[in-house]
């Protein structure tokens, strides 16, 4: 069965610190892509990263990177010094590929304190 | 261009009525998807259509319906309204239909069902 895990509801830091959000997956499938979404209080979904199955390889974008490693079905989201405006609430998800359904995590509430 | 755009933004019914939500994809995708936000959770999965057929469909009951028409808009219909389906509905779209490519959002209808 599919399933996101994302362990951590609410998380609050200082602005300019680092933040790790948490994200654990279960998936049969040997092909899937896992996401990362931000959603603002305005509600909608923006985009930040999709990563395929095959690539385990680490990305950064900005202050944002991703570390995704298959072992532990971990793909965990980390921002290096916060700033107010990345206050939000943060998904994970999964897709098997097979068509556009898309798994979502309860999500990581994040508050960036001035 | 213009991206995923949903009509009506917000929207309040009464227990019983019946309620229908609008989606136009952006241009040239062909695959829509419907979900579902409860307040506090993360977005569930409704429906897809791709090339005007039902792909997919979530653990909905059969109040719920959805259609796609040529021009691969797409409609959400929501029968015999329950308080429980009071949340914000969106709508996604992509070219190919599969999960490997990036689906991207409208900014949703907020429903409230009193």
């Known amino acids: 069965a599919q399933k996101v895990t994302q362990a951590q509801t609410e998380i609050s830091v200082v602005e300019k610190e680092d933040v790790t959000l948490d994200c654990v997956y279960e998936?049969?499938?040997?092909?899937?892509?896992l996401f990362w979404y931000k959603q603002p209080p305005s509600g909608e979904l923006v985009f930040l990263i999709r990563?395929?199955?095959?690539?385990?390889q680490n990305e950064i974008s900005g202050r944002y990177s991703w570390n995704f490693q298959k072992s532990t079905s971990s793909f965990n989201f980390t921002i290096t010094a916060s700033q107010v405006v990345d206050s939000a609430v943060y998904f994970c998800?999964?897709?098997?590929?097979?068509?556009?359904?898309?798994?979502f995590g309860k999500g990581t509430r994040l508050h960036i304190l001035p | 261009d213009a991206g995923v755009t949903q009509s009506p933004t917000h929207l309040i019914k009464t227990r019983g009525q019946h309620v229908t939500l609008r989606c136009s994809p952006i241009?040239?995708?062909?695959?829509v998807s419907w979900y579902q936000q409860v307040l506090g959770q993360g977005p569930q999965f409704i429906f897809q259509y791709y090339e005007k057929e039902e792909r997919g469909r979530g653990n909905f009951p059969d109040r719920f319906s959805a259609r796609q028409f040529p021009n691969y808009s797409s409609e959400l219909n929501v029968n015999a309204l329950l308080l429980g389906d009071s949340a914000l509905y969106l709508c996604?779209?992509?070219?190919?239909?599969?999960?490997?490519?990036?689906?991207?959002f409208g900014p949703g209808t907020r429903l409230t069902v009193t």
């Open positions: 990563r395929n199955s095959f690539d385990e």
């Open positions: 998936t049969r499938d040997t092909t899937y892509y």
């Open positions: 241009s040239g995708h062909k695959s």
């Open positions: 998800a999964l897709s098997e590929g097979r068509d556009d359904k898309i798994i």
């Open positions: 996604a779209s992509s070219d190919a239909g599969t999960g490997a490519w990036e689906q991207y």
